[in-house]
């Protein structure tokens, strides 16, 4: 298994239950990459893609605004080129239906998938299924949110109409001046999601699997296909072999026969330990890009997307635009003593991610691309990984999430 983010070492905690000797490769400890500064949705309802129609109207607004949701570094435009022209491509009207119909066989799981795993880590107090909070700061805003909220009632996502005064009650921190309000029941928040990689590391662990600190740089190909993984700290032969590298699957990808359009929708986030404000459960102000959300650690602000590369430097203007945006949502917070964050979500045009078998090694799988969704899906994703493993056929049809759809 290479990657001990979040969906790789979900995954390798569905192979041990199955009784394979897993090793779980990552040439940083689990869950310090991307799995580490989340938001901590795990979002079953979560079916429209990034790109709709209604977004790529916004997008000219964005850039031009400094505390957009959306910012894209130009200097990288040209490697950038292949994603931004499948997420246009993404966008039409029938494709969005349909990404959303094939999301909404994967995702209502999510959840259900993670329950064996929490409860035999004993990690379940780290998931809280208390919802989430959409709330709209304009008339305008509120009627641009109906299509989503439509999208998500046409597939049985349940989405409850607020009043302000009830959106009061159960928020009295927010800022008065917000209008509206839905609330999402069905969202679970991890409270910790560094905390629920490294305890599920540890769980794979006390189970008998191995986890390795080596970076992976090649493959080594048998006679009957790839046999072993060579590392830094030197070769591992494999029966089997999973990429879930996150933002940094396709060049193991590449190496192993399959191009792909992956690329990094860098995100950041701020965590306040002391916020002085204490909303009770995940609050986004929606179509802005960010969510704020209670955890162990204080109260995080975390989303934004920027388009750059995997090696530019943060640019910490944006976690600046959080703490921004929080004063505006909660008008008591005190931001004092907030730390700072980037990451790489792993992300496809398409806003869905690759789980399947390799089309040209049948001994190669892979769980990757996962987006905004990585938490979310991670469980399912390993489920299904453990299945394809195991030669049991799998709860859904994994087609759409095939890695030559491209
Ligand atoms: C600001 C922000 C907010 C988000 N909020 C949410 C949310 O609320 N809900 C949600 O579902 N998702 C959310 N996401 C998305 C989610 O965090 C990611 O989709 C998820 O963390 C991806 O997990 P992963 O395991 O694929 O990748 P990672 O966590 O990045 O793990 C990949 C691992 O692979 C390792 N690796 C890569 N290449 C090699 C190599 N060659 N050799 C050895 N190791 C290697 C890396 O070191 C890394 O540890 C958010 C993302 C961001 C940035």
Request: glycine letters at 10%; proline letters at 8%; hydrophobic letters at 45%.
């Amino acid at each position: 298994m290479i990657g001990a983010g979040i969906v790789g070492t979900a995954c390798a905690c569905w192979l041990a239950r199955d009784g394979h000797a897993v090793t779980l490769v990552d040439r940083q400890a689990p869950g310090t990459a991307t799995s580490f500064g989340n938001a901590g949705a795990i979002s079953p309802g979560s079916i429209e893609p990034l790109g709709t129609p209604g977004m790529l109207w916004q997008v000219p607004g964005w850039l031009l605004d400094p505390l957009g949701p959306l910012t894209v570094r130009w200097r990288h435009a040209l490697r950038l080129a292949p994603f931004l022209t499948g997420l246009v491509r993404a966008s039409s009207p029938a494709r969005v239906a349909r990404i959303a119909a094939e999301l909404a066989t994967y995702l209502p799981d999510a959840l259900k998938a993670y329950e064996p795993l929490l409860a035999e880590s004993r990690l379940g107090h780290l998931v809280r299924r208390d919802g989430m909070l959409w709330v709209f700061d304009s008339d305008a805003a509120f009627a641009k949110g109906q299509a989503s909220i439509a999208l998500r009632r046409r597939y049985g996502v349940p989405v409850e109409n607020v009043t302000g005064d009830a959106m009061r009650q159960m928020e009295p921190a927010l800022a008065p001046d917000l209008r509206h309000a839905v609330f999402l029941p069905d969202v679970g928040r991890v409270v910790d999601p560094a905390g629920l990689v490294t305890g599920l590391a540890q769980h794979l662990q006390r189970r008998g699997g191995q986890v390795m600190r080596a970076a992976v740089h090649e493959v080594t190909f048998g006679s009957d296909g790839p046999d072993a993984i060579v590392t830094d700290r030197g070769t591992l032969p494999a029966d089997a072999i999973i990429v879930a590298a996150g933002a940094w699957s396709s060049t193991l990808a590449r190496r192993l026969g399959s191009v792909v359009p992956l690329e990094t929708e860098r995100g950041y986030h701020v965590t306040i330990p002391d916020p002085k404000v204490a909303p009770r459960r995940m609050i986004q102000p929606h179509g802005q890009g960010f969510l704020a959300t209670p955890m162990t650690m204080g109260l995080r602000v975390a989303g934004t997307v920027e388009l750059a590369s995997l090696e530019a430097a943060p640019d910490w203007r944006r976690a600046e635009v959080l703490l921004a945006k929080a004063r505006r949502l909660f008008p008591g917070i005190d931001t004092a003593n907030a730390t700072r964050w980037m990451g790489h979500r792993p992300s496809l045009p398409d806003s869905k991610p690759v789980i399947g078998r390799s089309p040209m090694h049948k001994n190669v799988f892979y769980a990757f691309g996962h987006g905004h969704l990585g938490l979310t899906g991670a469980a399912a994703t390993g489920r299904h990984i453990g299945d394809l493993v195991a030669g049991r056929p799998t709860a859904i049809d994994l087609k759409p999430f095939a890695i030559d759809r491209f």
